[in-house]
Each structure stands twice: as C-alpha cells, then as structure tokens.
C-alpha cells in the first residue's frame, strides 16, 4: 500500500543534541510537509517542500531545518533541542496539480520526541 | 486568510448516541474541508473532504459532514457512536493557493460505555 513512513517512532535526544527525523513516502506526491504538534494542541506548519522548493513558515525557530534529496524522503533536522522541542512531529505529503486546485494532505504516524 | 473554529475542546457521549462535532470555518473564497481523525500516538487520517461537489460528503467509519455556506459550517456527525471512535477530531480548511491547511483546535471525543 502506498503511505508515508516515520523512522522512528519514538526518538529521545538530550538536550543541546542534535536529531534528525525522517520521512519517505511510496505516494510520488510533489509536496512534502513538518508539523509540529504538542499535546492537546493542533498540528503547526513548520515548513514544506514543493519538489525542491523550500518554503519556510514565518514563526518557524531557525533551530529547525530540512533536507529533501529526492522525491520520496524528507528529514527535519533540530540542531539544537531544547525542551520546548518536545513533540509529535509529523510528516505529511499532497499532490499539487497546476491552476487553482487543493489535494488532500497524507499523514504519516509521527515521531514522539522528548527532550532530555 | 482563512479560519477554523472547532466548537467545544471535549464532547463526550454515550455508546449508540449520536455524535455532533461542530466546525465553522471563514474563508474570503470558496474553501476545501476536511475532517481529520487522530488516535492517540498517531498521526491524523483523513474522515472525509468537502471539494465543491455535494455539499452532503459520506467518509470513512460511518461519519459524514454537511457543508452549510449561510451558516459557514461543516459539522461532522455520526448516528450512532462505537467505543472505536474515542479519539481526537480535526476539522481543516484550504483555500486555493497551495495546499495549507488551516486547522481547528481539536476536540476530543470520549465514549462512555
């Protein structure tokens, strides 16, 4: 079945380390996406990527970083954690056709990183 | 810019009740809605999507949504809850440029026995 995968499910890093999150997917989706999300809350936007284009969020700390080598993986880099880091992260990806079109965002399971 | 309102943060109902998650959105231009489903440590799988077709959208797990434009609203309902359907609820909301989403707060359903 076509899907987005997170390695790993569940990441610990000590503070001040570095971490890399990674996602690939099997959909051949142009648009990939990192979410961050903290308990009770809704997922925000931290950036995406469309094909090889990078756009970042406004708000996004500098802390946080991507890399997308080909069409079917991403990774989220935090150079720096702090505790403030600690979250569900997650991975999403759309098709993006030409014209004014909207297709459906795909989430993968997240990664659970805490922060020690 | 667009907007997502998920009124009531936790709604809890009894099995075989009905279930009513309400959504209310602004948006200057006409808008795509999704809902969203998320299990606990979990990512979120898509219930079901408002595109401009019927405004009476069946998903996934027996929910469906209507999409009301005078009332700017896309409430999610199920006749009749199963323990299963414990879980959080987000209602999106996209516009043409890109693929965005604006998301609601969440609400979480809890199923009592």
């Known amino acids: 079945d076509a899907m987005v995968i997170q390695n790993p499910r569940y990441q610990v890093t000590q503070f001040g380390k570095p971490v890399t999150l990674s996602c690939s997917q099997t959909?051949?989706?142009?648009?990939m996406y990192w979410y961050q999300q903290k308990s009770s809350q809704a997922p925000k936007l931290l950036f995406h990527?469309?094909?090889?284009?990078?756009?970042n969020e406004a708000d996004t700390p500098d802390n946080f970083q991507s890399r997308r080598p080909n069409t079917s993986f991403c990774f989220l880099d935090i150079r720096s954690p702090g505790l403030g880091d600690a979250a569900m992260y997650l991975c999403?990806?759309?098709?993006?056709?030409?014209?004014?079109?909207?297709?459906?965002?795909?989430f993968g399971p997240g990664t659970r990183l805490t922060v020690l | 810019a667009q907007s997502v309102t998920q009124l009531g943060s936790h709604v809890s109902v009894s099995e075989g009740a009905l279930v009513l998650l309400r959504c209310n959105y602004s948006?200057?231009?006409?808008?795509?809605l999704f809902w969203y489903v998320q299990y606990p440590n979990q990512g979120l799988q898509l219930l079901l999507k408002?595109?401009?077709?019927?405004?009476l959208v069946k998903g996934i797990n027996g929910f469906e949504a209507e999409f009301k434009k005078s009332e700017t609203s896309f409430h999610l309902t199920k006749p009749s809850a199963h323990m299963s359907d414990a879980a959080e609820y987000f209602c999106?909301?996209?516009?043409?440029?890109?693929?965005?989403?604006?998301f609601g707060g969440g609400t979480r359903l809890m199923v009592k026995p």
């Open positions: 999403a990806t759309s098709r993006r056709a030409g014209g004014a079109t909207t297709d459906t965002q795909y």
């Open positions: 959909l051949n989706h142009n648009v």
């Open positions: 990527y469309y094909d090889k284009d990078f756009n």
């Open positions: 948006s200057s231009v006409p808008p795509y």
């Open positions: 408002y595109t401009s077709a019927a405004t």
């Open positions: 999106a909301v996209s516009v043409n440029a890109g693929n965005m989403l604006t």
